[in-house]
Structure formats: C-alpha cells, structure tokens
C-alpha cells in the first residue's frame, strides 16, 4: 500500500466507503509480490495495480462488490486454460487476493498507519484473510508497532502468537502470511493472516556533488531510496541542484558517514562519485566498516587500481575490499550521466536479487527471484560472511 497511500490517505478522509485489494500471496511468475495493492473507490475509480493489467478487470468487480456488501473476499487467479487473456495470469504465475472494505468505522487506526510510514516509521497490519470456523473474524486486524499493539483479531492465544510473529517478520521488513490454528496454534493452519511490514525506505548515500550525482539520486528516489547527497562544497552542495534527494549536507563525507554509521544497514546503499583520492579514501575506508549491502566507487581503470592501492596502504583488508563495486555499475556503454545512473541502478537490483547481469534471452530458467540476497557483511557484526 504504500505506493498508493496518497490516494488511500485521501479517500479516507472522504469519509466514504472504498476497497483496497491485497495481494497476499504469489505462485510461480506472478507479475508483482505480496503486499502489492490497488484502491477503488465507491465511483469505480482505481488506484495502483496488482497484475500490470491481467486481472484488474476482474479485482475492480469484486472490489465494487465489496464496497456494496461490506464483506471481504480471498480470491485466486490463475492462468484461465481456456481465455488466457481474460481474467487468468498470461505469464503463468497465481495470485491470491484479498479485496476488502475501507472506511473510518472499519479502519479506525489506517491515519496513523499511513502517517508511519510517511514519517519513515516501522510499523506492521496483521489481517485476518480467512478462518473457516469463523467467517466474521475475516477482515479483523491487529496494528503492531516495534513497543506496542492494537486490534482485536479474536483470542488472546492468536494475538500473543501474533504479536510475537509478526514483530519478527517486521524487523526483517518480511510481508507475507502466516498460517495458525483457528484458536492461535502454531501448529495449525487453517487461519491465515496476511502481514505486511513497512519498514523504513532503504537509505542511499551520494557522495560527490556532481551531474553525475543528480541523475544517481533521481533514480535511486525512483527505486525507493531515502536519497542523502553529501559534499564538502558548499558552491555544489545545494538542495537546488538535487531536487531528487531527501536532504543535501555540506560535510567532508567521511566525516557525515561517521556520524550516521548506527544508521547504516544491509539496505543501504552507498555511492561514492567524487573520484578524488582526498575524498575517495577516507570515506570508502569508513563505508567498508559498515554494514552497507552496496559501495560502489566511480573511475577509470587506472583511477580504481590507485584508489585500490591507497585503500590497502589506509590498511583495508582483501576481504573489505572484495565489497566494493569499483568501478561502478555494470557495463551498458553507458556514456552520459543518466545512463550512468541506469547502470549503477542495475548492478544495485543484481547485487540485491542475485541477477546474472545478462540478458533475459540468453539465460533460462524463472525471471523474478523471491529472496534477496544476503549481503557480505564484514565479520564481527553478527551475520554469516559469504
């Protein structure tokens, strides 16, 4: 929901009534994961998609359905064998949707769930999506908050489960279902409840206040980055310059990234632009202290093997320095500061998925990966070296 929730902030505070459809659970290529959502509202106007236009046609019926019945629905699409380009998956995948009505009686706490995830706060929607022995408990959700919890989902043995379960996919930023006995047994799974995390966006870390910077930063906000550029230029340095990015700071960037290396996760990438050793060593010698799942450093050939010779002369080790992505991005023939950007984007999506780098038609095999891949982190922070 959060690519829509500017549209679902606004229907709710129409007061009307509208329906938000879920997906909460994939098989095989379906063309987008769990979590993704499209809104309807009560005049039939839609926001977002779940298919990229397969099954939109039908969710939208359902959807209007919903708004007029009041009661959720779970519904499968698949490939239909005989119309594919019907209502079925034309890439052969199955989704599993939950449509649901929305308003203020029903959703009480939607406010302060989107205004969480506006304020990059974690917190994570537990619903109910079906229980045989129990059709009125579909629909009922429980609000779990890193400290606390809200919301009845019926039986104190389902919520203490949950509240357990669902902080834990919520510190990994996991969506996904959960499976329970009707009375809350883990061992059971006849209940499922959908959980969906927003965790804080991924943060990137520009550094080098140059053209190519721009075009890095708007594409990164693109993919979801929380963009911070970052020169000791004061005459570059300018919000102006990076309308892209979330906030501009004027500092020498080895001395920013000591500041906010508690901050830095496996999610983060760090992108160092500069290609100046003044710059360059200091802030790569620290970015490799981190946590950091990408550092990527821009240059020649012959400024990578300089910078790599001053690294090791700073003291970094062969095993920090087999994390860097130097030079940057993958080989496109990029030339210009946006195809830059698109080639940095693209080594970030194949260091996150485990892609190849090649293309589709010459590799086999499913497109999509469902798990990221376990970033090499340095050892002595508690995650297993690969």
Known sequence: MRDIRAAVSELYASGETFAVATVIDTFKSAPRPAGAAMAVSASGEVFGSLSGGCVEGAVHEEAMEVIRTGVPVRRTYGVADED??????????????????????????????????????????????????????????????????????????????LDDDVRGMSAQGGTGLLRYGVDGQRRGDELEVFVQSFAPPPRMLVFGAIDFAAAVAELGAYLGYRVTVCDARPVFATARRFPAAEEVVVKWPHVYLDEVADRIDERTAICVLTHDPKFDVPVLTAALRTRAGYIGAMGSRRTHDDRMARLREAGVGEEDLARLHSPIGLDLGA?????????????LVRTRWGGSG???????????????????VPAGFGHVNR
């Not at 449509?99 to 706490?109: L, N, Q, T």
């Not at 030339?335 to 080594?347: F, G, L, N, Q």
């Not at 038609?361 to 999509?368: A, D, F, S």
């Open 335 to 347: 030339r210009t500061p946006e195809e830059t950007a698109v080639s940095i984007a693209a080594e």
């Open 84 to 161: 594919a380009f019907g209502v079925g998956l034309t890439c052969g995948g199955t989704l599993h949707v939950f449509v649901e009505p929305v308003d203020r009686a029903r959703y009480p706490r939607l406010g302060a769930v989107l205004g969480a995830i506006d304020e990059h706060q974690p917190v994570a929607v537990a619903t109910v999506v079906s229980d045989p022995s129990d059709a009125d408990r579909v629909g009922r959700r429980r609000i779990v908050w890193p400290s606390d919890a809200e919301g009845d989902v019926g039986g104190a043995r389902l919520t203490d489960a």
């Open 358 to 376: 090649r293309a589709l038609r010459e590799t086999t095999g499913r497109i999509h990966r469902d798990v990221p891949v376990e970033p090499f």
